[in-house]
C-alpha cells in the first residue's frame, strides 16, 4: 500500500506544482513589476499549503500571529516539510539554502517567490543575503528563517547563527520564535530531495505541531537575540511535543 500511495501522490504533487506554477505565470503577465515579488510569495504559500494536504501533513497550530507587517519569524529546522509549513502559516519571504532553487518545481517557484538564498559556504552570498532580508523588513514583508543553518533530526534545538537577527537590528520588527516538533520524525538529512519526499509520501500521515512564540525583547544585540531565540525555540518545541505526545504521537 505505501508504494502505491508513493506513486499517488507523487504524481499529484508534480500535476498540483505544475498547475500552480501555469497559473501563477499566467498572473505575472498581467501583473506590474512592483507586484510580483508578493504575488511570487501569494503562489508559493498557495503551492506548499496545497503539497502539505497533499501528503497527509495535519498541522496542530498553537498561538496567534500577533504581528502586522515587517517582522522575522525563525524556527528549528528539521525536514522539507518544514519550509512548507512556516509559508503557509505566515506567507512570507524565506531565506533558504541555495541548492533549494534546483528542487524540481519548488525551485523555479521560489525564485519567483521572491525567495532569498544563501550559500552559507560564501561570504559575499552571506552579506548579500543580510542586505535582502534588512530589505525586505524595511518594507513590511515577513521574513522566514531557520538560523540553524542546516536540519537536523530530533528535537534538540541547535546553536543559532546570528546573521538573521544581524540584518533587523536596530529595524522596529518583533522577532517571532516558532517551535515545529513532528510525529513520526522526517528528518531531512544525507539523502536527496526526491527521496526524502517519497518517504514522506510513503505515510498515511504526518502530524506536525507547531507552537508560535511571543516576539522576543526589543533592542537584544543580534548575538543576544540569536541566543535568546534559540533558548525560547527550545521550549517551544517541548511543548508541541507535549501536544503530540497526547495525540499518542
Known amino acids: 500500500m505505501s508504494k502505491v500511495r508513493v506513486v499517488l501522490r507523487t504524481g499529484a504533487f508534480v500535476g498540483f506544482s505544475a498547475g500552480i506554477l501555469v497559473a501563477y505565470e499566467t498572473r505575472r503577465a498581467m501583473t506590474s513589476e512592483s507586484g510580483q515579488d508578493r504575488l511570487g510569495s501569494e503562489y508559493l504559500a498557495r503551492l506548499t499549503d496545497g503539497l502539505l494536504r497533499v501528503f497527509g501533513a495535519e498541522l496542530l497550530v498553537s498561538g496567534e500571529q500577533a504581528f502586522d507587517g515587517g517582522a522575522l519569524v525563525v524556527a528549528n529546522h528539521q525536514s522539507a516539510l518544514d519550509i512548507g509549513v512556516m509559508l503557509s502559516l505566515f506567507q512570507g519571504v524565506l531565506l ?3 541548492d533549494v532553487a534546483d528542487w524540481p518545481l519548488l525551485g523555479r517557484l521560489a525564485k519567483h517567490g521572491d525567495t532569498i538564498f544563501v550559500d552559507r559556504e560564501d561570504r559575499r552570498s552571506g552579506a548579500a543575503a543580510l542586505r535582502e532580508i534588512r530589505r525586505r523588513a524595511k518594507e513590511g514583508r515577513t521574513v522566514v528563517a531557520f538560523p540553524e543553518g542546516g536540519t537536523f533530526p530530533g528535537d534538540a534545538v541547535h546553536e543559532f ?3 538573521a537577527f544581524a540584518a533587523v537590528q536596530s529595524l522596529d520588527v518583533p522577532i517571532v520564535p516558532v517551535g515545529l516538533a513532528y510525529s513520526p520524525a522526517v528528518p531531512y538529512e544525507k539523502e536527496s530531495f526526491a527521496r526524502h519526499i517519497a518517504r514522506i509520501a ?5 502530524r506536525i505541531a507547531v507552537h508560535l512564540g511571543e516576539p522576543l525583547p526589543p533592542n537584544l544585540d543580534a548575538r543576544s537575540a540569536a541566543q535568546t531565540a534559540r533558548a525560547r525555540v527550545e521550549a517551544l518545541v517541548s511543548d508541541a511535543r507535549v ?7
Request: hydrophobic residues 15%; positive net charge; glycine residues 22%.
Open 96 to 98: 533558504s539554502r541555495h
Open 161 to 163: 547563527h546570528p546573521g
Open 202 to 206: 510513503a505515510r498515511p500521515t504526518t
Open 243 to 249: 501536544v503530540l505526545d497526547g495525540y499518542g504521537g
